[in-house]
């Protein structure tokens, strides 16, 4: 059983480049969720999304954008990278609402801008 | 503001005994409690998911108390294994998409 998968693991990106994190899931759930984790502090919400072709931000959208053209996916976009989005990243879904349904994690993508 | 506080930060215990984590809420209006269990370099599995009407619920080893009318829940590890070594998060649901995560106390059970 795959569950969430995210790739890649880990990535260098330069300040000011681009780059996609991907993120695919295989139980069919409709919710799913980018997340950041960074030391000392909790998990904060980047992007989520009901459905596909449905996504709303979270708590720190900023410099991230997302889409999700099929159940599947989910691929968070980093537009003109800076330091402070130097995070490990996860991917997540639930079969119902982050409220009422389990989350599933991927194993997380380990980010650094330099 | 919605905020989950977490105790202690770390935590360091001999395999074969028990620990009892803290979780501390401000988060409302409160939805359910949630403890995930994450080890170093991969993501949360969750634990427990507990409502509003639950005051214990088990998995395994793993025992979580909620007292929602002090905003307080607990996790106890019963009989620690090496393989406890993680941490561990508590998650506090509010909105139909939104949770408030703690910061996690870091377990390391030793020889």
């Known amino acids: 059983n795959a569950g969430v998968t995210q790739t890649p693991k880990f990535r260098i990106l330069k300040i000011g480049q681009s780059m996609t994190l991907q993120c695919t899931q295989d139980?069919?759930?409709?919710?799913m969720y980018w997340y950041r984790q960074d030391p000392g502090m909790g998990l904060k919400l980047i992007y989520y999304?009901?459905?596909?072709?449905?996504?709303d931000k979270g708590e720190v959208p900023n410099g991230y954008n997302v889409s999700r053209s099929t159940t599947e996916d989910f691929p968070l976009r980093l537009e003109l990278a800076a330091p402070s989005q130097t995070s490990v990243y996860f991917c997540?879904?639930?079969?119902?609402?982050?409220?009422?349904?389990?989350?599933?994690f991927g194993e997380g993508s380990r980010l650094t801008v330099l | 503001k919605n905020q989950v506080e977490q105790s202690p930060q770390s935590l360091i215990i001999l395999e074969g005994k028990n620990c009892t984590l803290q979780?501390?809420?401000?988060?409302?209006?409160?939805?359910?409690l949630r403890w995930y269990k994450q080890d170093t370099g991969r993501g949360p599995v969750s634990l427990t998911i507990?409502?509003?009407?639950?005051n214990t619920k088990s998995n395994g080893r793993y025992t979580a108390t909620l007292d929602a009318d002090t905003k307080q829940s607990s996790l106890h590890i019963t009989a620690s294994q090496l393989s406890d070594s993680a941490s561990y998060i508590c998650v506090v649901s509010y909105t139909a998409s939104k949770l408030t995560f703690g910061t996690g106390t870091r377990l390391q059970v030793t020889l």
């Open positions: 507990m409502t509003f009407s639950e």
């Open positions: 997540a879904s639930s079969r119902g609402t982050a409220n009422t349904g389990e989350l599933f």
């Open positions: 999304s009901v459905g596909a072709g449905i996504t």
């Open positions: 139980m069919n759930h409709n919710y």
């Open positions: 979780c501390n809420y401000t988060v409302s209006p409160f939805s359910n």
